[in-house]
């Protein structure tokens, strides 16, 4: 038996509540589609049997995925703007060519907005490239863009963000005196977490961002910032409040201190105390520097 389209407003809000806590934030589709008239049995036209042509002249056709042939080729495959990439090597080291070619921020923004290697760009609405001072001491960086984020185009805007300028104000700083960004630029689907070779295709444009701001202290947002810029594989409750070294391409040497995402503290409020302590290291360090 099919089920029902809800249609009062009470069952629209209790499906939309079920949505919403199984992580669906937003439509993939600018109009609805009714599920249930696709699901409709449609009627098979039958020929008249004096139309079809002779069996012997009709030319064999064979499966596409057999073919050779690319989805454009394809009868019937569906029109595209951008086509999604295949994250291979290839990608990964055209990522490292475009990185190392900028010369400035702006370059490496336009770069990475041009770059069409990975995959999440595809269902991303904005490149989230930083905020903040690029000529700061600090540079804080976490691991990819949320929704609030990808709306915006903007890091840590959100309830992490908010609860990030709060951490920042408790050591005397804001966002005017710092720089701040992610591992990934694009918001993955659903705030799904990237995977390795998203990661890896990313790594390059992070890292030549942190060479080209020079920062006297850099803070790892979370433990995925912390693996990826600092190679290790330790987990954060481990990594957080030790100094270990971030090594940009050129040589240079920066103090990083890995510490706990504020969105893990906005769920687990009691480590904030951790986090707390982080922060305090970052400002002896800025001191010690200055």
């Known amino acids: 038996m099919t089920a029902a389209s ?50 012997e002249d009709k030319t064999p056709e064979r499966p596409a995925a057999s073919s050779g042939l690319d989805a454009s080729r394809v009868p019937d ?5 951008s ?13 490292r060519q475009l990185a190392t070619t900028a010369t400035t ?15 999440l760009k595809a269902t991303a609405k904005n490149l989230v490239f930083a905020d903040g001072n690029p ?27 908010r609860l990030l300028d709060r951490m920042l104000a408790a050591i005397g700083l804001d966002r005017t005196s710092v720089y701040i960004a992610n591992v990934i630029p694009w918001r993955p689907p659903g705030n799904r977490t990237p995977t390795p070779h998203e990661t890896e295709i990313c790594r390059p444009f992070i890292e030549r961002q942190i060479e080209l ?24 409750l481990r990594l957080r409040g030790n100094w270990r070294v971030h090594t940009t391409a050129s040589g240079i040497a920066i103090p990083a201190m890995p510490t706990l995402h504020p969105a893990y503290l906005l769920r687990t409020p009691a480590h904030k105390k951790l986090a707390w302590r982080d922060f305090l290291e970052v400002k002896t360090k800025l001191r010690s520097l200055s």
Do not use: W
């Open 6 to 55: 809800p249609t009062s407003p009470t069952d629209i809000a209790d499906i939309l509540a079920f949505y919403a806590s199984a992580g669906v934030d937003e439509a993939l589709e600018d109009a609805p589609v009714n599920r249930f008239a696709e699901a409709a049995p449609r009627p098979v036209e039958r020929a008249p049997a004096a139309a079809a042509p002779p069996r």
């Open 77 to 81: 495959a569906p029109a595209r703007s």
């Open 83 to 95: 086509v999604a990439a295949v994250p291979d090597e290839a990608q990964a080291a055209l990522a």
């Open 105 to 119: 921020l702006d370059e490496l923004r336009q770069h990475m907005a041009a770059f069409d290697g990975c995959n």
């Open 135 to 161: 000529e700061a001491a600090v540079m804080l960086v976490g691991e990819a863009p949320g929704r609030d984020e990808d709306i915006e185009g903007l890091p840590f805007v959100g309830r992490s963000g």
């Open 213 to 236: 701001v020079n920062p006297k202290v850099l803070v790892n947002l979370g433990g995925p910032s912390a693996k990826t810029l600092l190679n290790t594989s330790e987990g954060i």
